[in-house]
Structures are given as C-alpha cells and as structure tokens.
C-alpha cells in the first residue's frame, strides 16, 4: 500500500536533486530543467495532500494545475533569454556568461 | 499475493524461456551470411542525412515556445470541462474572459509576425 | 465534493481591472501603431496608473472579502497598491526619454511594467497562498524580461539570465514551502493557517514549510544570504528596470511577508522572531560593509538596497502595530527616494555611472545635483527627509518591542551607510568637472518625475504625521 509518506519521500527526493542540479550543472537549460524538477516535486506534494488529508477539497490539485502552468511560463521566458544570450555569446554555460561581477 | 501474481510470474518465465531459445536455436542452426546491408541499423528504408543531433533554425524554437504557452492553457479546459453544467451560464463567460485575453496575446503575437516563416 | 459558488465582486478588484486593461490594451495597440504615433504608449500607461492609484484612493477605508476569500480589501492592502502606483508612475514617467536615449522605445516595456504591478497589487491584496504565488510569479516574469529589454547589450542579457535562474530557484523553495504549509494544515488560506497556529500542538511540517517560505521570500526581498543576484541584476538592467525592481517587487515580498509571518503566523512571534532577529543583522550589516568599496553608483545603490531591506526586517522583528506600521511607513518613504536618486543617474545615461562621472555635477546641473544630494541625505537617514523619519519609527518600535539590542546595531550601521552616501554628494560639490560635455535640458516627464520624489521625501520629512496615521490605519487585524 502506498502511503502519504512515500510520496513526501518522493518529492523530497526530486526536490534535492532539483537543487543539487541547480547548483552543479554549468548549462543553463539543465539549470532549467532542474528548476522544474523542484516545481514538481511541490506538484507531487500537493497532490498528495490533497488526495490524503482534504479528500473534499481540491484547493492542492487546483494549485498543482496552476503551478504547472507558471512552469510553462517560466520555461518559455527562460528560453526566449537562452536564445537572447546565444545570439551574442555562442555559449550558455553559466560560468562563461560573466562579464558583471558575481 | 503469492496466489494472486503466481500465474503472472510463470507467463513471464515461459516467455522468456521461450524467447531465449528461439534466439540460441536461430543462431545455431541458421546460415549466417553477412553482407553491408544486412548490417546496417536499419535494413530499409531511406539513406539517413546527417547527424540527428544537428542544427534547426531558430524560428522552430519560436514556434515551440509559442506553443507551449497556448498547449498548457489546456490544462485548464479540462477541469472547467468536467463542471460545465454545474457552472452554467456563469463558467461560459468566465472561460470566455479567460480565452479572450489569451486571444489579444495571439494577436499580438501575429501581428508582430512571430508566426511568419520568411 | 463540495460546491462553492464564486462570489464576484468586480468593485474591490477595481484598481487591478484598471491596471490590468490599460497592460492589454497597450499590448494591442504596441503592434497597430506605427512610428510617431507611438509615443501616446507611455502616456496611456502613466494615465492609467494614475485612474488606478485614484480608484485605490476611493476604496480606503473599506473591509471586504471577495472571491472565496481568496482577496481581501483593506487598508493594509491599499496602502501598499499606493506604494506600488506610486513607484511605477515614477518609473514610467522618467523612463520615456531614456528609452528613446537607448533606442529601446517600444510599447512592450510599459505593458510588462504594468503586468509586473498587477503582479504585486494581487500580492499585497490576498488571503490565499495560491494567489500569493500566482501574483509573485506575474510580477517575476515580467521583471525578468525587463532587466533583459537593453536586447543588445551584453550585461543587461546577463542580468536578464542570473535574475531568472535565481529568482526561479527562489520559486521553487517557496513553492516546496507553501506545499508544505498546505499539509500542516490542511489549507493555503492565511485566515484557516491563522486558526491552526493558535493551536497547541504545531507539527514539524508548518516549521519547515515556513522555513522555506522565509527562503523565498528572502530572495525577493534580497535579504542577506539571498542576496547575491541583487548587486549584478541592478548594474545589469535598464536604469528605470533597475529603480523599479528596488522599490516595488521588495515591496510586494514584504507586503506578502507581513501577511504571512505577522498575520497568519502572529502567534509564533517567538519562534520565527529569532531568525529574523539574525537575518535583519547580518542584512543590515552586509550591505553597508560591501556599499563602502562600490566604485560603480548603480552597485552602490544595490548594496545600499540590501541595506535597506535589513532596515525593514528589524520592523518585522519588532513586530505588534508599531512593527507593521513602520514598516510600511519605511517602504514608502524609501520608494520615494530610492527611485528619486535612480531619476537622475537615469538621466545621466548608461554610460556615466560610475561615481567620477558624478564629479563636479552641481556646476553643471545645480538642481540635478542638488536633488541627489537630498536623495542621499535621505537614504542615509539625515533630518528633515523622509529617510530619517522612517528609520526613526523603525527604530523606536523595536525599542518599544524590547529589541534595544537590534535597535542598536541598526543605529551603528545608519552611521556605517553615511560614509559611502556622503561620498557620492562630496564628489558632486567638490571636484571639478571631469568633462565638457554638451549640457542637456531636463526632459518634461522626467521632471516632473523628480519633483514627485523630491515632494515624497521632503513630505514625508517634515510633516509625517498624515501619512504616519494612514500607515497606522492601515495594521491588518487580526479576525
């Protein structure tokens, strides 16, 4: 039987990889995607909040929906910059892109 | 459990099996003869150009930008779908406001010529 | 299920609607006109506005609940939508001859900027944490696309990508936060949260999810471990951008913070004041330390940003209605200012903004130099401007609270902060002029801008009282 816990631990689980990527990946669309990660692992815990604890109210699964679309939205912002910056540089990686202080 | 999944696991078994001695009995008792052809990831079909890792232009990044912002909107359509007749009159126009400002947003984005190819 | 019939109250959502149509109806109009007819853009944005800052007037004094619960009317809210119209009028205003300077001038910007206030106004003026995170999430998206609007130059593209990637990062804590929150106590509404943390029994969750709400958070409001993306982002952006994300969006994570830490979660004042009491320290100390070495004025005022929102996290550890009140009051006298000393460095142009630039500035431009130098009398805390009021309110309420100690070291640090303020108004008055550039005139709008701020701080200087009682009538009760 699959518990509230193991999805908890689930999302725990991407919600750490998201930020270990954020922190270690050097392209910017992988910093991207592990962004996402962490915004799903919210979405996972909404949901599952939402199905154990208020079986009534949908406020978590109406929120998950919401939150999937702002990541929609992010992601094309993001991208729309990734473009911007390789136009001029030929290059995404973080690291490279530092011609301000950090 | 065990009685439940029991036939599950001896279908998987036998296939398996199965499988695997159809592959050893081919390779032992057929005549191998190999030609370039033959070799090739895919027998058929039509010569493959280039690398698949290769470049597109940008304007189908554009394309797909645009449309992952008009695909999520989606996503709302379903659960106003499934209390349509509850919401009446009232979720009508509600949906209509929501897909009118999306609708000023396509406009804007034909008028700037995002979707021209040329 | 449960079936809520939606309550639809368009009246309370009236400034919004404004801000909201005016934002469409540019967009339409940006592809439509040609040329010349272009410029009426800034002016339908500024005039909207303007009708909506009227129409928040008209609301005050009201207390209403409207779609759900999920926004509220009150005072508290409508003071911080004037904050917010204010600082966008003032950014809208003086940015019209500077786009025109960069050769950026297109109807997108003003639209962006009015989507990002609807953002904060949503933010200021909600009960429910979905919409909290629905109006941060408008507000940040915006902000990202106009610290990257100068497309051609490599820092503002840069900005534009660090801007996104930690404030999308900083989303995603604070999501995980509000899920977490949401589980604790089995609802996102700050008034269900409020009744559950007047409970006895708080599980390990609510700590947690506030925890990583305060993360968050504390990248909007650039407090200090979370500051790190401010000082590059502000010399990155367009100079109108940058005055913009230095007032409003810190105002709108502040005003969501007060809602979430002194409202819903007033009750654990003991066990969240601690935390801050370490943040609002080390954000104070932190950005005035790093403000003395800034060579480059727009860095300088980042730093001094950071600054600043320590100054206001010391209101919140003093926390009660001298707290609250305080802070708000802080908030406005520093839109002010702020945006104030950003008009002139707008006007000066992308290219001067380092502080030798600055030297011998009042020969050239007495009012321009003049005016900045109120400007930073101002935010270094100087009688008669609004900056030395609105930290002597801050101070005394955490005196008033028992945090003598905080109150301070605060104290300390405003004299830390003078040094690099005198600095840029002694480089001004003292030096000679580096170069004998052609002497520009001051444009209308521009202007008008300045004598706006220059009004707001000398108003809220010498004669606080109104706004003072108006910030003390806008405290958020308790239900």
């Known amino acids: ?102 | 459990m065990f009685k439940t999944y029991f036939p599950i696991a001896l279908l998987l078994i036998l296939v398996l099996g199965m499988a695997f001695v159809i592959v050893l009995l081919s390779r032992f008792l057929g005549r191998r003869i190999p030609s370039k052809d033959k070799l090739s990831t895919y027998e058929c079909g039509i010569e493959p150009t280039g690398d698949a890792r290769g470049r597109f232009p940008v304007k189908f990044f554009l394309i797909a930008i645009l449309f992952i912002i008009f695909d999520i909107e989606i996503v709302f359509l379903y659960p106003w779908a499934v209390v349509f007749k509850k919401l009446k009159v009232f979720g009508l126009i509600e949906m209509g406001i929501f897909l009118f400002i999306l609708l000023i947003g396509y406009f804007y984005i034909v008028k700037k010529g995002a979707l021209r190819w040329e | 299920m449960s079936w809520l019939t939606p309550d639809i109250n368009f009246k309370i959502i009236s400034p919004e609607l404004i801000i909201l149509i005016v934002a469409l109806l540019v967009l339409i109009l940006e592809p439509l006109l040609k040329g010349r007819s272009k410029n009426i853009l800034p002016h339908i944005s500024w005039i909207g506005v303007a009708l909506a800052l009227v129409s928040v007037i008209t609301l005050w004094n009201r207390e209403e609940l409207g779609f759900n619960q999920m926004f509220i009317l009150d005072n508290f809210s409508c003071f911080f939508k004037i904050i917010f119209l204010s600082g966008t009028l003032l950014v809208i205003l003086s940015s019209i001859s500077y786009l025109k300077e960069e050769k950026i001038f297109h109807g997108e910007y003003f639209s962006l900027i009015l989507f990002a206030t609807f953002g904060m106004m949503l933010m200021a003026s909600s009960l429910n944490l979905i919409v909290i995170f629905l109006g941060l999430e408008i507000m940040s998206l915006c902000l990202y696309i106009l610290a990257g609007f100068r497309r051609y130059d490599l820092k503002s593209n840069e900005s534009s990508m660090k801007y996104f990637l930690i404030g999308a990062f900083a989303s995603g804590f604070l999501l995980y936060g509000i899920a977490m929150l949401y589980g604790a106590t089995n609802s996102t509404n700050l008034k269900e949260i409020l009744i559950f943390t007047q409970g006895f029994e708080n599980p390990l969750f609510l700590f947690i999810g506030l925890g990583l709400i305060l993360v968050g958070l504390g990248f909007k409001i650039a407090s200090f471990p979370f500051h790190m993306w401010v000082p590059d982002v502000y010399e990155g952006a367009p100079t109108p951008i940058t005055a913009f994300i230095s007032s409003g969006p810190k105002a709108a994570g502040f005003s969501a913070l007060l809602r979430i830490l002194l409202f819903a979660f007033g009750s654990l004042h003991i066990d969240w004041s601690f935390v801050l009491w370490i943040l609002a320290v080390l954000t104070m100390s932190f950005g005035n330390v790093i403000a003395l070495s800034q060579t480059n004025i727009k860095r300088l005022l980042a730093y001094s940003s950071i600054a600043h929102a320590g100054y206001v996290l010391v209101a919140l550890v003093a926390g009660g209605d001298s707290g609250i009140s305080s802070a708000m009051f802080y908030l406005l006298a520093y839109t002010f200012m702020n945006i104030g000393a950003f008009i002139i460095i707008i006007f000066l142009g992308e290219k001067k903004v380092n502080l030798d630039d600055y030297s011998g500035l009042v020969t050239k431009y007495p009012i321009l130099g003049i005016t900045l130098a109120l400007f930073m009398f101002s935010l270094a805390g100087f009688p008669p401007t609004s900056g030395f009021m609105a930290k002597f309110y801050v101070f005394s309420s955490a005196i008033k609270s028992g945090y003598t100690g905080l109150a301070i070291i605060g104290v300390l640090n405003s004299f830390v902060s003078v040094y690099y303020y005198l600095r840029v108004v002694v480089i001004m008055f003292m030096r000679a002029p580096v170069d004998e550039v052609q002497k520009v005139p001051i444009p209308f709008f521009l202007g008008l801008a300045l004598l706006f701020s220059v009004w707001g701080t000398l108003h809220l200087g010498i004669l606080p009282q109104s706004f003072l009682t108006l910030a003390q009538n806008s405290i958020f009760s308790p239900f």
Request: glycine share 2%; aromatic share 12%.
């Open chain 1, 1 to 102: 039987m699959i518990t509230l816990n193991h999805y908890l631990a689930l999302a725990s689980i991407l919600f750490c990889i998201g930020i270990y990527g954020v922190l270690t990946r050097r392209n910017a669309i992988s910093v991207l995607m592990s962004i996402e990660l962490m915004f799903n692992a919210a979405n996972i815990n909404f949901i599952a909040f939402s199905k154990f604890i208020t079986p009534v109210f949908l406020t978590g699964q109406v929120f998950a929906v919401f939150v999937i679309t702002i990541a929609a939205a992010e992601a094309t912002v993001a991208l729309a910059i990734v473009i911007l910056i390789y136009r001029h540089h030929k290059e995404i990686n973080v690291d490279k892109i530092n011609f301000l202080k950090w």
